[in-house]
């Protein structure tokens, strides 16, 4: 047996093979040099170096989500770390598997304030899920292995592992055996499942059974393809209305019979007027956070009136806001599994209701005879999207009022076709689709965007043109930071104020950048763009201009205005 003396650089790179690590997102930083150089000999690894550290967390991100495999990022000390932070937090909100390596200044200077300095910790504490630093080498295996459990175990989420710079920089003092740093076929770690037991599935499925106007909602995450094949199939055998969780629209095909439609921002008021007069909702995977809870109005705190079932793979997430009738702590993989044991009613009373919800999401979400303002018409766009994309496309974007069109009119098919942050962080669009072509070359990847939420992270154009990844950027330019402007309009009418934007052209910026770039003025140009961007090879940004008045697909800037006004006049005191 050959033995091999490593330094912390080289044996934090074995270890990432050992659990399966293919892909790392990174900014350089001199503070990892040796983990840099342990990854220069380390072709299984792509390596992805991005202009900006929240890009590249967002990138570590997004593959975590689209894996269930914890995302892998690398920065610098101080502000490289802090840069990443807009990352962990999406990860966090998103109960995403992610590890962030952070450089960290020698041991022996520490709480002198020096260079770059951050006690990650203290910084960390309270936005990652796990903070930790690793002060000595031989130590590396043990933490990273408990790194990668802790990001997918129970409710995931981020990991911050620090590594004091002259630790990566020490040998082992002991050789380490070669053989065991061989990569092995299987990793070390895998997710641990939890499942219902036998009684409370017959709870489950006698609970159902008792209902007369029950729904599921599925939300969160530690899903799989399969687990939602099993859900669909046990939707359509039960025949049970079943919506999605705000940015969870992936979770179920929208084509299916019994979905709902989603319970986000915006919602179907005839769905939320559905989910009111329930007398059953089943949560399974989420947490029913204030968004899909449309500002915990949905369901009463600490007693729902409705009677709740709730599912989630961390028994201390469960009764956290609201008491369930029935708690069940199981992952949505592990609960999915028995649903097929399950025996339906011959005939539930629900039936009916569940084809006049989907008949509902079908009416709410057709994009064709829609108008709005302006010569861009987001109605044809829509449709020659849904027409002309295939149907696993993984749609990514940020926040901003241009996601609306997206969510609510993009047919989403499938698990792992949706990259977007429930934590509404601006600018995750362009990095989560770099790591989406990053993890799956041959599959379309469109970033959805605007012209305030593009230019968070816009700089990762430059990584997209660097890696040859022929993404596409449909980005809504209406002049503004459009979702605050609507706020505005609400709540200090005709008082517009820090939230009108003088733009680049976006054309030629991606031109700039060796991307290919198109402007779209009119709806009629946008099929032929588009033909162009996908025969360009490159990655190709639209830049569409949107009238400013089609602030959402229901109102226009005026509309709300007048409304604002008219409800600040009643509010006035005579
Ligand atoms: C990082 C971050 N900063 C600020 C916000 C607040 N915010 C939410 S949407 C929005 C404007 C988005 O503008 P744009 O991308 O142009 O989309 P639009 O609403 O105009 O369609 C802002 C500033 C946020 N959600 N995230
Ligand atoms: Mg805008």
């Known amino acids: 047996?050959?033995?091999?003396?490593?330094?912390?650089?080289?044996?934090?790179?074995?270890?990432?093979?050992?659990?399966?690590?293919?892909?790392?997102?990174?900014?350089?930083?001199?503070?990892?040099?040796?983990?840099?150089?342990?990854?220069?000999?380390?072709?299984?690894?792509?390596?992805?170096?991005?202009?900006?550290?929240?890009?590249?967390?967002?990138?570590?991100?997004?593959?975590?989500?689209?894996?269930?495999?914890?995302?892998?990022?690398?920065?610098?000390?101080?502000?490289?770390?802090?840069?990443?932070?807009?990352?962990?937090?999406?990860?966090?909100q998103d109960s995403t598997p992610m590890i962030l390596f952070v450089g960290q200044i020698e041991r022996g200077m520490r709480e002198r304030e020096a260079f770059q300095e951050v006690d990650y910790r203290a910084v960390f504490g309270k936005l990652a899920k796990w903070v930790t630093e690793i002060d000595a080498v031989a130590r590396i295996p043990e933490l990273v292995s408990r790194a990668f459990h802790i990001a997918t175990s129970g409710r995931p989420g981020p990991v911050v592992i620090a590594l004091p710079e002259d630790m990566l920089t020490e040998w082992l003092e002991q050789p380490y055996a070669s053989d065991a740093l061989a990569p092995r076929a299987t990793s070390h770690y895998r997710t641990v499942e939890s499942s219902p037991g036998r009684v409370q599935l017959q709870e489950f499925a006698e609970g159902l059974a008792q209902a007369q106007r029950p729904i599921v909602i599925l939300g969160g995450s530690r899903w799989s393809e399969q687990a939602c094949a099993q859900v669909a199939q046990f939707a359509s055998a039960w025949q049970l209305p079943v919506a999605c969780s705000f940015r969870r629209q992936m979770l179920f095909d929208g084509a299916h019979a019994c979905y709902a439609g989603d319970v986000g921002l915006g919602i179907n008021p005839k769905l939320l007027a559905r989910l009111k007069e329930a007398d059953l909702i089943v949560l399974l995977g989420g947490r029913l956070s204030e968004v899909p809870s449309q500002s915990y109005t949905l369901l009463g705190i600490p007693v729902p009136q409705q009677t709740l079932i709730h599912v989630f793979a961390d028994p201390d997430a469960l009764?956290?806001?609201?008491?369930?009738?029935?708690?069940?702590?199981?992952?949505?993989?592990?609960?999915?599994?028995?649903?097929?044991?399950?025996t339906p009613p011959a005939a539930p009373v629900?039936?009916?209701?569940?084809?006049?919800?989907?008949?509902?999401?079908?009416?709410?979400?057709?994009?064709?005879?829609?108008?709005?303002?302006?010569?861009?018409?987001?109605?044809?766009?829509?449709?020659?999207?849904?027409?002309?994309?295939?149907?696993?496309?993984?749609?990514?974007?940020?926040?901003?009022?241009?996601?609306?069109?997206?969510?609510?009119?993009?047919?989403?098919?499938?698990?792992?076709?949706?990259?977007?942050?429930?934590?509404?962080?601006?600018?995750?669009?362009?990095?989560?689709?770099?790591?989406?072509?990053?993890?799956?070359?041959?599959?379309?990847?469109?970033?959805?965007?605007?012209?305030?939420?593009?230019?968070?992270?816009?700089?990762?154009?430059?990584?997209?043109?660097?890696?040859?990844l022929a993404i596409v950027i449909i980005l809504l330019d209406n002049g503004m930071y459009g979702t605050i402007r609507m706020h505005q309009e609400r709540n200090y009418p005709a008082r517009v104020f820090a939230t009108e934007l003088k733009n680049p052209d976006f054309c030629a910026l991606a031109f700039a950048y060796g991307a290919h770039g198109e402007r779209v003025e009119r709806s009629e140009e946008f099929a032929p763009a588009l033909a162009r961007a996908l025969q360009s090879g490159k990655p190709a940004l639209l830049h569409c201009l949107i009238d400013p008045q089609a602030i959402t697909p229901a109102a226009t800037l005026d509309s709300l205005r007048a409304q604002g006004l008219a409800a600040a006049a009643n509010k006035v005191p005579a």
């Open 1 to 92: 047996m050959k033995s091999k003396t490593l330094n912390g650089g080289q044996l934090l790179v074995q270890e990432l093979l050992t659990h399966g690590v293919n892909h790392v997102f990174c900014v350089p930083g001199e503070s990892y040099l040796a983990v840099l150089d342990a990854l220069h000999d380390t072709p299984q690894i792509a390596v992805t170096v991005c202009r900006q550290e929240g890009g590249s967390a967002m990138m570590a991100e997004a593959q975590g989500k689209l894996t269930g495999r914890p995302g892998i990022c690398m920065v610098t000390r101080g502000p490289g770390a802090t840069n990443a932070s807009a990352g962990i937090h999406i990860a966090m």
């Open 350 to 468: 629900w039936a009916e209701a569940t084809q006049v919800a989907h008949a509902d999401y079908l009416a709410w979400s057709e994009p064709s005879g829609r108008s709005n303002p302006g010569d861009l018409q987001m109605g044809p766009v829509m449709q020659h999207l849904i027409a002309t994309l295939p149907k696993d496309t993984i749609l990514c974007n940020g926040a901003g009022n241009f996601s609306i069109w997206l969510h609510r009119f993009w047919r989403y098919a499938g698990y792992g076709t949706q990259l977007a942050p429930t934590s509404g962080s601006m600018g995750y669009g362009l990095p989560a689709a770099v790591g989406a072509k990053r993890l799956y070359p041959d599959r379309a990847v469109v970033c959805f965007t605007g012209d305030g939420d593009f230019m968070m992270h816009g700089q990762e154009l430059a990584t997209a043109v660097q890696y040859d």
């Open 319 to 342: 009764n956290h806001v609201y008491q369930a009738d029935l708690a069940i702590a199981a992952s949505p993989i592990g609960f999915a599994q028995e649903l097929a044991s399950l």
